[in-house]
């Protein structure tokens, strides 16, 4: 899961990059990096990229060597390959007429794809990132002919050959930037227009949050499947080349996104807000005579969920662990032991608000089950006499091939456990999931839910390979902590 952002028609192509980057920072902490053009200027490409959070990359200095009125930009959260400078996105390559590109995702067939690059093509990557393989296969196959019908035809060969979820922003060199969704529409990716002193103005984002904060009020998501091409002179071309079951990642809306952006003409915030109603609405059903005293999120996340469950059961809402904000989002961190040693400096609890107390704690999701131990112990450690854990999302028990970092089944502390069997490793009182059903009630039914039930909207074919791949990525990474 990753970032992007692309710009065409702005007087400061990387200033605006750099603010919808900022915007989109909690999307990925690993690397960063903007590529612009200058068409004024032969179509001169410029690029910055290296690993590190947006504002410790890119200073004013390295903003002014990014001249140009249109470009990309790219946020990391590593999925495949390694957290390394070689990986930051974008890619760039010099031939044909120099492409650029950036996404968000994970390509499912990306190792034999890398193979068939090497042997079929003659081309030899610099990276394990699967964005330089598709970018690979897009220029091998635009190479045949130059022109817009060349690149809807290269884009179509693409979405016939990737298996996975990709959401994509490019450039061509003195010709324009593009976009386009996979065809299931698996990952976010928004277009925007605005206009400013006489001039209009295009940029695509993962988050319409990057959009609105500058201006863009004329929004829309890109459609499963759909390709968008802006050229120099600002005409849009767009076409829906090869579009399947709709199958948007529900994650999105349960933890991902930040709660200023909206999704499918859903609102985050009101999605988590429902989260928090129907879970309410379980604990009257099944648990009316549950004793709480006190309501609490585990930040930031959760605030909707919790504050709309508290106030559905009439019961307190408070803030009783506070998160130390200079310490980034602990789940995406690339390796086990770094999310441990975050967790440990990334939560504070408010002994005040909670010895003596029966508490609710609120969630947006269980994934490994590491955080949630740590939580309920540090809450015990504070005096709060019973912990009632509760999960905005169901149990997690099949990996994500798609783009969140949770391959392996092996990590998975639901994969092969029943519910009460998790409530006591975790440590909790009583441990309540939401239903899939209410999940799909809260948000939408065209939904990739292949983390709880097992239903993949793509082949999964290859999956064990990439699996395999990750897992001697992890090792490299845990060596090099």
Known sequence: MCGIFGVIGSENAAAEIYIGLMHLQHRGQDAAGILTTDFRNGGSMNMVKERGLVANVFDEEKLRQLKGSAGIGHTRYPTIGVASKKEAQPFFLQYPDGIGMAFNGNIV??????????????????????????????????????????????????????????????????????????????KPLIMGKKEY??????????????????????????????????????????????????????????YFSTVESEIEDMPVYIARSKLGEELANKVKRLWPDLEIDLVIPIPDTSRPAANSLAYKLGIPYGEGLVKNRYVGRTFIMPVQKSREYALDLKLK?????????????????????????????????????????LSTFPPIRYPCYY??????????????????????????????????????????????????????????????NLQNLR???IKRMVRAC
């Open 197 to 254: 002193n006489g001039k209009t103005c295009y940029a695509f984002a993962s988050e319409s949050i990057a959009l609105t904060i500058q201006g863009y009020n004329e929004l829309r998501d890109l459609k499963p499947g759909e390709v968008v091409f802006i050229d120099k002179k600002l005409k849009v071309y767009s076409r829906v080349l090869n579009e399947k079951k709709h199958a948007h990642c529900v994650f999105e809306w349960v």
């Open 403 to 464: 783009g969140i970092d949770f391959q392996r089944e092996e990590e998975l502390i639901a994969h092969n456990k029943k519910i009460k069997e998790i409530e006591k490793e975790i440590g909790a009182d009583k441990l309540i999931y939401m239903d899939v059903e209410s999940l799909k009630n809260c948000i939408g039914t065209e939904l990739c839910t292949a983390c709880v039930t097992g239903d993949y909207p793509t082949s999964i074919g290859e999956a064990k």
């Open 109 to 186: 067939n990306y190792p034999s794809l890398k193979k068939y690059l090497r042997d079929k093509k003659r081309r030899y990557l610099m990276s394990d990132s699967d964005a330089e393989v598709m970018l690979n296969l897009f220029a091998s196959e635009y190479l045949k002919e130059s022109g817009t019908k060349s690149f809807f035809d290269s884009v179509a060969y693409l979405q016939k050959e990737l298996v996975g979820a990709y959401s994509v922003v490019g450039m061509i060199a003195n010709k324009g930037i593009f976009a386009f969704k996979d065809p299931n529409g698996i």
């Open 349 to 389: 609890p408010i002994d005040a608000m909670l010895k003596g107390k029966k508490v609710m704690v609120v969630d947006d999701s269980i994934v490994r089950g590491s955080t949630s131990k740590k939580i309920v112990k540090l809450l015990r450690a504070s005096g709060v006499k019973k912990v009632y854990f």
């Open 471 to 473: 897992r001697k990525h």
